[in-house]
């Protein structure tokens, strides 16, 4: 992916070892380096390269090799020190590491001078002392070009801003969960990374003022913002959408005069899909850790502009957030896990108004008309799924905190599935126009990924489910339509496999959805008033707090079977058991039974589950009879994951950063 070509005799020469070199065993590569001179110059790049990669991430000998590898950089010789292009130190939770003294982290980045990628994500020794102890004056600047300082919590704003300006090479920085950077004094040393392109602020508190500062320091030069886990509110998001996101009225021209989507396109097809998709971060983590890149194709459109912006977790209403999409110019939007705003001198607003904007354009009709063309992964509260399409409005909302977005159950029942009479046959395919009242897949075609915050794994109705189901039929009704309509592409080349890929590619085009991923509510439902009114109180029923275990002890709260007699003794009195026998079975089961049904919910998972099982079988059952059988009613063929919400993306960026052999095996 580099912008110089390869030489003739490297595009030429094919070396079998080369191509293997990866693949040998940590053991045995300082073996193979001493093998011959051409396995040496190979196989000592696999040993020097990440040195990280040669261990588990969880292995106790990573911390003890690292320090080792730290301690005698003084003793390598320089030819085999500019081999290492990544250095991952992994965090500690004590004393886990033997540095020589504050002085290793002066000794990495002056005696490894092609280092590409620094990350020392919650490591204790990144602190004020290593920081002030680097040399400065009559240095070059460093060529680090990604730096990961996230969670560093003994880093001192001063020291920081010391280090940021040396390093103006650098296009990906993470600054999330580290304290000192909130600072001004930090912020401010941005302005010297004028090619930064991946910028990650989460968690640092940030507020209007902050976010006023950001947008006139970044401008449009960062293409992949994240901002989650913020204080910022509606007024100021309107400012960073004005000087960060691609001004379209300039129509995105580059330094070259060129419009910035041609200038993805120059680059090739396989980097404009990495440009477009949620997966340019970690394509970025993974390049850089993996060998030496000289320049990336990314890097020649200059100002892009935001088109990956991540805003989960502020102070952010379905107001700003149609504002967001009016803009028309992301490709991966994240504004799932927003604040539910209310006033402090009237009555709490439906739900239907925070759904709608000032102008009354609802968040549905912003997705339809403007973000539909260009938006590629949408992360977003589940509400939006059956968002109605009228509303009151939103002008006396006041905000008073932050707190998780809830969809009130009353809401929830009041929303009905699209009737029949609302749509329209097209081609029939049985593809449906797109109905007003609720999201539809039509109405996002080139959607690859989409991903619904807060779903509640039980209701007290099926509506919400009923919804869902709905959606994916729809989504299996698109995907048919986009088949019908690969089929008449004329472009198709003769034969199976190569057809068959073609006709993959041209369905894209027509409707791309292919993952819809439900984050579990943490909320855990309740089965009587009482344990409403302690749920309301923030009460935990579990010593640890954990979600699995209060989904138990609420399942058992009302068993009292391991208390047979007491049981029995408390509830019915006038039984004709003797006092302290236990009843039988069906006597308990009827004592009960009035609890029980009051402790009826729908399972949301269990149903869902069901019905794609069922859709599954019966296109399988269909293909069995019909070979040609390529629709079947309510079957997706795409991917609908159920995952727990967690507070951050850490699990997946550590899979990026150790990139190794346990990871692809």
């Avoid at 130190?89 to 000794?107: I, K, M, Q, T």
């Avoid at 994916?472 to 198709?492: F, M």
Wanted: proline content about 5%; aromatic content about 6%; overall charge negative.
């Amino acid at each position: 992916m580099e912008a110089a070509p390869p030489t003739y005799e490297v595009a030429t020469l094919r070396d079998p070892v080369a191509i293997f070199a990866s693949y040998i065993p940590p053991n045995r590569l300082s073996s193979a380096t001493l093998v011959s001179r051409s396995w040496h110059e190979i196989f000592i790049a696999q040993l020097w390269g990440n040195p990280a990669l040669h261990f588990d991430v969880e292995d106790d000998r990573l911390c003890a090799a690292l320090s080792t590898f730290a301690r005698n950089l003084r003793n390598v010789r320089l030819a085999t020190r500019q081999r290492t292009h990544t250095l991952h130190l992994a965090h500690d939770n004590g004393d886990r590491y033997s540095f020589h003294g504050p002085e290793w982290l002066d000794d990495v980045l002056h005696l490894l001078p092609n280092l590409q990628s620094l990350v020392v994500r919650g490591l204790s020794h990144f602190d004020h002392a290593s920081l002030m102890q680097v040399r400065l004056v009559d240095q070059p600047p460093f060529n680090l070009r990604l730096l990961d300082i996230s969670n560093c919590t003994n880093v001192t704003p001063g020291a920081l801003a010391r280090l940021l300006p040396r390093c103006l090479s650098l296009f990906y920085l993470d600054l999330s969960y580290t304290p000192a950077a909130r600072q001004w004094v930090v912020l401010d040393t941005l302005k010297h990374l004028i090619g930064l392109q991946v910028l990650k602020l989460r968690g640092l508190d940030l507020d209007n003022f902050h976010v006023f500062m950001l947008t006139h320091t970044l401008g449009r030069r960062i293409r992949s913002l994240d901002l989650s886990e913020n204080n910022i509110t509606d007024q100021y998001l309107r400012m960073l959408i004005e000087k960060c996101l691609s001004d379209r009225s300039n129509d995105n021209l580059d330094a070259r005069g060129q419009d910035a989507e041609v200038s993805d396109l120059n680059s090739g097809a396989n980097m404009l899909s990495v440009s477009q998709g949620d997966h340019f971060e970690s394509y970025i983590r993974q390049i850089f850790t993996t060998d030496f890149v000289a320049r990336l194709a990314l890097e020649d459109r200059p100002n892009p502009g935001a088109t990956h912006l991540y805003l989960s977790g502020n102070y952010i209403t379905p107001v700003g957030i149609c504002e967001l999409l009016d803009s028309g110019t992301l490709h991966v939007a994240d504004v799932g896990g927003q604040s539910l705003f209310t006033d402090r001198h009237f009555t709490r607003r439906r739900m239907a108004s925070v759904w709608q904007a000032q102008s009354g354009k609802t968040v549905i009709a912003a997705l339809r008309d403007d973000a539909s063309a260009k938006l590629r992964y949408l992360r977003v509260h589940h509400g939006a799924l059956a968002a109605p399409a009228r509303s009151t409005g939103v002008d006396d909302l006041v905000p008073v905190g932050k707190s998780t977005l809830q969809a009130p159950t009353t809401f929830i029942s009041t929303i009905t599935a699209p009737s029949s009479g609302d749509t329209e046959d097209l081609s029939g395919t049985g593809a449906l126009r797109a109905p007003n009242q609720c999201l539809h897949p039509a109405m996002l075609p080139h959607l690859r990924t989409l991903i619904l915050t807060d779903f509640p794994a039980a209701s007290p109705n099926q509506a919400l489910i009923d919804r869902l189901i709905d959606f994916i039929s729809d989504c299996a009704a698109q995907a048919a339509h986009a088949h019908a309509q690969a089929k008449l592409d004329w472009t198709s080349p003769p034969g199976r496999a190569g057809q068959t890929s073609t006709l993959r590619h041209s369905a894209a085009q027509v409707f791309a959805l292919e993952r819809i991923v439900l984050e579990l509510s943490k909320d855990v439902p309740v089965s009587n008033p009482s344990d409403a009114m302690s749920s309301a109180q923030g009460a935990k029923r579990s010593m640890t707090e954990d979600a699995d275990s209060e989904v138990l002890w609420s399942a058992a709260a009302g068993d009292f079977s391991f208390f047979g007699g007491e049981s029995g003794a408390a509830n019915d009195e006038s039984n004709d058991n003797g006092r302290g026998q236990s009843p039988s079975r069906e006597e308990s089961q009827a004592v009960h039974a009035p609890v029980q049904s009051q402790a009826q919910v729908v399972d949301n998972i269990a149903v869902l589950s069901a019905f794609r099982k069922d859709r599954k079988l019966a296109h399988a059952q269909h293909k069995a009879i019909d070979a040609g059988h390529a629709h079947t009613e309510g079957y997706w063929p795409g991917v609908v994951q159920i995952v727990r919400s967690t507070s951050g993306i850490y699990m997946e960026e550590s899979a990026d950063f150790h990139s190794g052999r346990t990871r692809h095996t």
